[in-house]
C-alpha cells in the first residue's frame, strides 16, 4: 500500500520536464541507431516546449505520452517509458532482481507451461510466458526437449511468449537441429562489438533434431525473444514450418534506466542480423508460412502434422 500516494501524487511541471529531458539525453546517447536517437531527443524538446505534457498529472499518464512520442519515428517497440506501480530502487541490485528472476521461472515451472502428447505420436508443448534465463530454465528446458525427443511431429506453442534470454533461444535451437549453426549476429552501439549466436555442438540427452515435422506456432503476443526463435527456425531448419497470426516485431536488446521511482525508460542498444537473411523481424514481425488467426493456429497445425505423417 505503501506506493498508492507515489502512484497518485500528482506531478510538478518541473519534475516533468527533468524526466523528458533525461529521456531525450539517454536516447541520444544509447539508442541503436545513433541518428534516430538524436531525432528523438530534439522530438522530445520540442514537444515539452510546446507544452505537450501539461496536461499529465501522474507518472500513468506520463508513462504513456511520452512512450507514444518515442515510438512515433520508428515505432520501436522496446523504446519506452514503463510505468511500474511498484517502485523502483534507487540503486539497481543485481542479487534482488536475480532473485526476483528466479521466482517468477520458479511460478512458471520454468517456462514450460504444458506438454500434451496428441494421438498421432504428436506433441504439443507451450513454452510461456517468456523464456528464462539459461541459468535459471536451462535444466527444465533441457528435461522438456529430451520428453518430447521421441515424437513423430511436434507442435511448438510461442503465442503467448513475450520474449526472453537469446542463449535460450540457442538452446531450444540445439534440440531442434543437429549440427552447430549460427543464428544471428547481435551489434552493440555503445561497444561497437558484434557477438554471434550458434546453436549448442552438444546439448545433455537426446534431440528432436532436424528432420521431422515442426510446426511453430505464433501470433500477436509473440514478442522479441520468442519471435528470434521462430524466425531462426523458419529461416535455418528446413521442414519448419510457422502458423497463425503475425507477430509483434521487436529484434532489439534494451537497456532500462531508472528516472523516476515509478518510471524506467528502456532504450533499445543493440540489434540482431540473421546468419540466413541479413535482416531480421523489427517493425515486421515474422510473417507465418500458414498464415490464420493465432486462436485457430493450434487445430490447423495439427491437422497439417498428420497429413504430413500420413504422408511419409
Known amino acids: 500500500m505503501d506506493s498508492i500516494p507515489d502512484l497518485m501524487a500528482r506531478m510538478e511541471r518541473a ?34 516546449a510546446d507544452d505537450a505534457y501539461g496536461a499529465v498529472v501522474d507518472p500513468p499518464a506520463l508513462a504513456g505520452v511520452v512512450t507514444e512520442d518515442l515510438q512515433s519515428l520508428n515505432g520501436d517497440l522496446h523504446l519506452r517509458l514503463r510505468h511500474h506501480v511498484v517502485p523502483l530502487p534507487e540503486q539497481w541490485d543485481e542479487e534482488a532482481d536475480r532473485a526476483a528472476r528466479a521466482r517468477d521461472a ?12 496428441l494421438d498421432g505420436n504428436v506433441v504439443h508443448l507451450v513454452i510461456a510466458p517468456q523464456l528464462f534465463p539459461v541459468q535459471l530454465a536451462g535444466a527444465t528446458l533441457s528435461l522438456a526437449m529430451q520428453l518430447v525427443a521421441n515424437a513423430d511431429a511436434l507442435l511448438l506453442d510461442l503465442r503467448e511468449n ?14 531442434l537441429m543437429d549440427e552447430p549453426t549460427h543464428l544471428v549476429t547481435m551489434h552493440q552501439r555503445d561497444t561497437g562489438e558484434t557477438v554471434q549466436s550458434w546453436s549448442p555442438a552438444y ?3 537426446p534431440r528432436f533434431g532436424p528432420n521431422k515435422p515442426l510446426y511453430v506456432l505464433v501470433g500477436p ?21 510457422v502458423v497463425g497470426g503475425r507477430t509483434r516485431g521487436g529484434a532489439h536488446p534494451c537497456e532500462g ?56
Open 257 to 312: 534506466y531508472r528516472l523516476h521511482p515509478h518510471l524506467e525508460l528502456t532504450v533499445p542498444v543493440a540489434r540482431a542480423i540473421g546468419a540466413a537473411t541479413g535482416t531480421n523481424w523489427e517493425g515486421t514481425g515474422i510473417t507465418p508460412d500458414v498464415p490464420v488467426p493465432a486462436a485457430d493456429a493450434l487445430p490447423i497445425a495439427y491437422r497439417l502434422a498428420l497429413a504430413a505423417l500420413g504422408a511419409q
Open 162 to 175: 513475450r520474449g526472453g534470454d537469446p542463449r535460450t533461444v540457442a538452446l531450444l535451437c540445439g534440440y
Open 106 to 117: 520458479a511460478r512458471s515451472l520454468d517456462g514450460v507451461a504444458k506438454i500434451d502428447r
Open 15 to 48: 519534475e516533468i520536464s527533468e524526466i523528458v529531458q533525461r529521456a531525450g539525453d539517454l536516447v541520444a546517447e544509447h539508442y541503436v541507431f545513433a541518428d534516430v536517437g538524436a531525432r528523438l531527443r530534439d522530438l522530445l524538446a520540442d514537444r515539452a
Open 203 to 205: 546439448v545433455p540427452g
Open 221 to 241: 503476443t509473440t514478442f522479441s525473444g520468442a519471435e528470434e526463435l521462430a524466425y531462426d527456425l523458419q529461416q535455418l531448419r528446413p521442414g519448419s514450418t
